[in-house]
């Protein structure tokens, strides 16, 4: 069964910095790209970040471009993302979900880890 | 970047009935859209990819369609458990960009 398990969330300043964290299982990590969407309170999808099966290719949305770094270790079957210079709208439940191959769309999600990002 | 405008905002409907939900690209997307449906409180679930191929499990009631720019999500016999928001997807030049959501309530 594939399970995808967020952890690392939580309360933090604007400004500082947080990891998130998620660890696959059920499947053969290292043969899917990945992603993360995350979804701020009552309104809808955003994705954040993508990366490839191998880590050489990482692609952002704009407004996280050079604050944010998504990363994978292979041998872990985990994948990362370092948030730094958080802002008060980086506030949402983040997501880790899978890609599907060679289809542009996200076949398995993770429950979801909660970032808020308030003084 | 290709925008997606998703309508209608919420949707009611009776159980038995069929529902429509559509999203427009703001340029040609060629088929690559995807839709989710996501229960109160619970993580996205993938319906269809590549506009109109039904994902692994989804009951044969969800079907896509669409080319182009524009794109639809049909719901036949809609039942108590189609309630829900659902989200369109569309993969372009490496970016993503969702729809706005429908939310589907029963009448």
């Known amino acids: 069964e594939v399970q995808l398990v967020e952890s690392g969330g939580g309360l933090v300043q604007p400004g500082r910095s947080l990891k998130l964290s998620c660890a696959a299982s059920g499947f053969t990590f290292s043969d899917y790209n990945m992603a993360w969407v995350r979804q701020a309170p009552k309104k809808g999808l955003e994705w954040v970040a993508t990366i490839s099966y191998d880590g050489s290719s990482t692609y952002y949305r704009d407004s996280v471009k050079g604050r944010f770094t998504i990363s994978r270790d292979n041998a872990k079957s985990t994948l990362y993302l370092q948030m730094d210079s958080l802002r008060s709208e980086d506030t949402a439940t983040y997501y880790c979900?899978?890609?599907?191959?060679?289809?542009?769309?996200?076949?398995?999600w993770g429950q979801g880890v909660m970032v808020t990002v308030s003084s | 970047d290709i925008q997606m405008t998703q309508s209608p905002a919420s949707l009611s409907a009776s159980l038995g009935e069929t529902v429509t939900i559509e999203c427009r690209a703001s340029e040609d997307i060629y088929n690559g859209l995807a839709w989710y449906q996501q229960k109160p409180g619970k993580s996205p679930q993938l319906l269809i990819y590549n506009a109109n191929s039904l994902h692994t499990g989804v009951p044969s009631r969800f079907s896509g369609s669409g080319s182009g720019t524009q794109y639809s999500l049909k719901i036949n016999s809609l039942q108590s458990e189609d309630v829900a928001s659902y989200f369109c997807q569309q993969y372009y030049d490496y970016i993503f960009t969702f729809g706005s959501g429908t939310k589907l309530e029963i009448k």
């Open positions: 979900a899978r890609l599907l191959i060679l289809r542009p769309a996200f076949d398995y």
